[in-house]
């Protein structure tokens, strides 16, 4: 599992989501290092420039967070905020069943929480575009992969340039994708048995919210997450932009 680690003080743990990697938050990294926090950026296993093996239940939300814990014990860091980016709210609610003090502070960023909160229909059409997209990639039929169109799709004003692309294009192009269909499967599972994925956490949790996102929606969910997590209205922000609120 490759990572970034740099600056000092307080530890920062930036996690991504799916279909993305670490290059999410390549512009934050110099910004939070220089001003006094040890930023810690995974690139979680089958995403990014990671590895990634074969094996069922390999990149089920139990075993990212084992993985995650492992991390931060080799760093000999005991407790950190977290920032959770989509499907890292999935992987940080298990996180925190296995281990509850690991996490001081916690940061949502557009992120499954609540089943009320994702539009289904997207998450299907994301999952059916990939397999179409990919195939097509591999035959020659198109540059790029699905990942370009999810960028592009969730951004709302930005501009974003091919290089830029490439960053999320790599892992893609490259064949790690078993990783992010373990994903669409346990969202798909998650549809089915309607599961509310809440943890217990009484820290302070922070919410940064881009209202545009088409596929997670804060209204449908927001009474009840504010209300688990004690939320402060002064630590819920909404902003006009998409999903991709690191991006933005």
């Known amino acids: 599992m490759r990572f970034i680690d740099e600056g000092e003080g307080i530890p920062i743990v930036l996690l991504h989501g799916v279909p993305t990697s670490g290059w999410l938050y390549r512009k934050m990294i110099p910004e939070l290092a220089a001003n006094g926090y040890r930023v810690i950026v995974p690139d979680m296993l089958g995403f990014g420039n ?10 089920s939300p139990k075993n990212h967070a084992k993985r995650l814990l492992e991390l931060m014990n080799h760093l000999e860091i005991s407790s950190w905020t977290q920032v959770a980016h989509d499907a890292a709210s999935l992987w940080t609610a298990e996180l925190l069943r296995q281990n509850p003090n690991s996490i001081d502070r916690l940061v949502l960023l557009n992120s499954v929480l609540n089943p009320n909160g994702v539009n289904w229909k997207n998450q299907v059409e994301i999952g059916l575009t990939a397999k179409i997209g990919l195939a097509m990639q591999r035959v020659g039929l198109q540059k790029g992969s699905f990942v370009t169109k999810f960028i592009k799709n969730n951004l709302v004003e930005k501009k974003i340039s091919q290089a830029e692309l490439d960053g999320y294009e790599e892992a893609v192009i490259s064949g790690k994708t078993e990783a992010i269909f373990a994903h669409y499967i346990h969202m798909f599972e998650m549809f089915v048995i309607q599961k509310n994925h809440l943890p217990d956490f009484n820290g302070p949790v922070s919410v940064i ?40």
């Open 50 to 59: 990671s590895a990634c093996p074969s094996g069922k239940g390999l990149y």
């Open 209 to 248: 919210w881009g209202e545009l996102d088409k596929g997670l929606k804060w209204a449908p969910q927001a009474t009840e997450i504010m209300a688990h997590f004690n939320i402060k209205q002064e630590d819920l922000n909404l902003l006009k932009t998409g999903h991709l609120i690191p991006e933005e």
